[in-house]
């Protein structure tokens, strides 16, 4: 999808154009309460449910009302969009947005100082100086701890291919590019193939790892950058009958938990989504109070395999 064609979405939906949402709302009604309107990435996956879960936690201990919403899939920019806008035609307090594109939300992004509504950037950021803060995993650290353990599992040496989520996103270029710089730096004797995209789909990338495996019988590894890339990797090594894979994954739910108990998986770096949940309606009420905030406010990934999935610091990082 063009940069372009996605400016104008922007342009358009901040005349005014509305969509239905995925999304819920907590906290009440009431209209003394600060309101903050989250737009996230999608809905569909345990993550976002998890970084719901925690947001709506904080909300109840802070006295906030917050919505949370998200665009079915997470290739769909246009639909992201629409609801940023429809959430800034209600005049919240605060916005939460994670930016499926960085660049693409510009207009709106203005839009929303111009109301001086403060905007809390949250897992990835946005190529604009209009967030109050970023409240996000470094995910360019988080990724190459995947490759020290995918260098680690395959002694250094072999062939690796990469299903990544987007190109557009800064979580998926830091994941990208993370993974990859790592490699070139530490891992001389490995070689990686160039990232193949299936926007966080589990069918998508189920698919990019099958053509990947009949185009490389050689192959070692496979790297797949967040939840539904994982899964679809999981689910395409299996359907290609190819025994032997290195499979490193990125967050957690129950199909890389059940894949790394059974071995299918190797490990995976898991975020802490409850936790940035929680951050992100902290810092969107400290912004309210015209309380300052650092640019970026880094939480936390952890490394888990077999070895420690069930050390207490991990089961309370994971999620199913």
């Known amino acids: 999808m063009k940069l372009t064609r996605l400016a104008a979405a922007a342009a358009a939906a901040a005349l005014g154009l509305t969509l239905t949402a995925c999304g819920s709302e907590s906290g009440g009604g009431g209209g003394d309460q600060p309101y903050i309107a989250i737009v996230s990435k999608g809905f569909q996956h345990q993550f976002w449910q998890a970084v ?19 665009p079915a899939t997470e290739q769909d920019v246009e639909e992201q969009l629409n609801m ?10 605060a916005i939460g947005f ?16 111009a109301q001086d509504i403060p905007v809390v950037a949250f897992d990835s950021g946005v190529e ?6 970023t409240v996000a995993t470094d995910n360019k650290a988080a990724a190459a701890e995947a490759a020290k353990h995918m260098a680690e599992a395959l002694d250094g040496k072999g062939k690796v291919a990469m299903v990544v989520h987007d190109q557009t996103s800064r979580s998926g270029i830091d994941r990208r590019d993370g993974f990859r710089e790592w ?12 990232p193949q995209y299936g926007g966080g789909d589990q069918l998508e990338s189920a698919n ?14 496979v790297y797949a950058s967040n939840e539904g890339s994982a899964i679809g990797v999981i689910n395409g090594v299996r359907e290609s009958g190819k025994e032997g894979l290195t499979v490193v994954g990125f967050d957690s739910g129950q199909a890389q938990i059940d894949a790394i108990r059974s071995g299918a998986m190797t490990g995976a770096v898991t975020q802490d989504p409850i936790d940035m949940g929680r951050r992100l309606v902290a810092s969107a009420m400290k912004a309210i109070n015209g309380e300052e905030l650092p640019k970026q406010i880094d939480t936390n990934f952890y490394w888990y ?3 420690n999935i069930d050390d207490e610091e991990i089961q309370a990082a994971i999620y199913e």
């Open 128 to 133: 604009s100086d209009i967030p109050v803060t």
């Open 84 to 93: 940023l806008t429809n959430d800034l035609a209600k005049s919240p307090d």
């Open 183 to 194: 490699m070139e730096a530490n891992a001389p004797g490995i070689t990686v193939l160039d």
């Open 52 to 70: 719901k879960q925690g947001a709506e936690e904080e909300a109840a201990k802070l006295g906030a009302r917050v919505t949370f919403v998200g």
């Open 305 to 307: 395999d077999r070895n």
């Open 98 to 113: 994670a930016a499926l594109d960085s660049k693409a939300a510009a207009p709106l992004l203005e839009q929303a100082q």
């Open 208 to 221: 990019i790892t099958k053509s990947i495996i009949s185009a490389n019988p050689d192959l070692d590894g």
